[in-house]
């Protein structure tokens, strides 16, 4: 399946369990001040403002299939950018405890605003670097185009138990960065981005280092 346009993408999210009417507000509210704020610092880019709900909001909102429903789930969104998917999923599931980090002054302070003006009261903004955050588990680690993927273990894999649930979309390169993936014991595999035939979003649990060699 391969959502092509904003038609297909809107369809596709009134097919979420997770989606109602207050869900479809918030979205709805999400995409004008995203459109807005846009105006006054490259968030996303213009062209993609024009397939919005294709390109950021079902993009985003496609991760949540991966993950179980049940509530009060704790979400770590890393690098969260202007909010994708960490805003999405929020506006999606409020009764999740999502926190997005983002160490960009600018961003934290529009990530800040959006929150408010949306309502999330479960969704805390962290404007620090992922090195400085105290460590604690997280039920479920996104992050898209934050770091490459060794990287990215190496600074949140103390973020994570065994049964955190890890999203990371990667575009085309997530098949060949599992494949190179070194150290580590998981079960991560690729699914298929709906948003991009050519995309992969990496799902699975991290099982800790892999033992020195004898």
Known sequence: MSLANEAEARTWLETLPEWD???KERLEALVALLIEENQHQNLVSAASLVE??????ADSAQLLVHVPRETRLSWLDLGTGAGFPGLVVAALRPDCAVTMVESRGRRVEWLERARV?????RARIEGVSVETMPTRHFHVISARAF????????????LSTTETVWLLPKGRSALQELDALAGWNHSFH????????DAGIIVGQLLGRKGKKE
């Open 21 to 23: 009417a207050a869900a």
């Open 52 to 57: 919005v709900w294709r390109r950021h909001i």
């Open 117 to 121: 003006a949306l309502g999330l009261d």
């Open 147 to 158: 770091a490459p993927l060794p990287k990215l273990l190496e600074l949140s894999a103390r």
């Open 190 to 197: 690729v699914e298929q981005s709906l948003t991009d035939p």
